[in-house]
């Protein structure tokens, strides 16, 4: 199996590289502009209603709880609609300020068609934010980090793009459930 190096040498795109010594970053600098940037286009905004958190318990020292998703709907320049209940987002606390998330659930868009959304994400914060958070109280999302990243799956035509992309996005949690702003990855 090719290795890094071999691979940059390939491409023509790392001469300085190959003469990096073991334990020193190599010098990207070279690296043709596709791969210097990362560049987004906005795919839509997405609100959604969680009801009441069911708290597993402890597990192996981590917080488990579920947080099943009532309702929502989402809305971008490509695509509308709602989200159908059923959904739900598995919440790992690993201490006070950090909750990792794993979601699932199904987009239905203006026309029928479905959409699965899988989505993970850590939202984290000093103590007294997260607490805040927890309480169901408005906090300023400039207060706390809280970001996504998705994929999607679906047997719809028209939106098949959706299966070959990724997409990122930011999070703030209101009191009714999260509001995220999704990015397709170029």
């Known amino acids: 199996m090719p290795n ?3 691979n940059l040498r390939k491409t023509g795109v790392a001469e300085n590289h190959s003469e990096s010594q073991p334990g020193q970053t190599a010098n990207f600098i070279d690296l043709p502009p596709v791969l210097q940037r ?6 839509f905004t997405l609100e959604v209603a969680v009801d009441a958190l069911q708290a597993i318990g402890d597990v192996e020292g981590l917080k488990r709880r579920v947080g099943p998703i009532a309702s929502g709907r989402f809305e971008g320049q ?7 209940p059923g959904g739900s987002d598995w919440q790992m606390a690993t201490g006070e300020n950090m909750t990792h998330l794993d979601a699932r659930i199904v987009l239905e868009t203006d026309v029928g068609e479905l959409i699965g959304m899988t989505f993970g994400g850590i939202r984290c914060g000093p103590p007294d934010v997260m607490v805040r958070l927890a309480r169901g109280e408005f906090v300023d999302p400039t207060e706390y980090y809280f970001r996504i990243h998705a994929t999607f799956s679906t047997g719809a035509n ?16 209101l009191p009714g459930g999260p509001i995220y702003n999704l990015f397709e990855v170029q």
Not at 38 to 43: A, G, P
Not at 158 to 173: C, D, E, S, V, Y
């Open 38 to 43: 990362v560049e987004f286009r906005h795919l």
């Open 4 to 6: 890094a190096d071999s």
């Open 78 to 84: 490509r695509l509308k609609g709602r989200v159908a």
């Open 158 to 173: 028209a939106l098949g793009w959706m299966n070959r992309m990724i997409a990122i996005g930011t999070g703030h949690r």
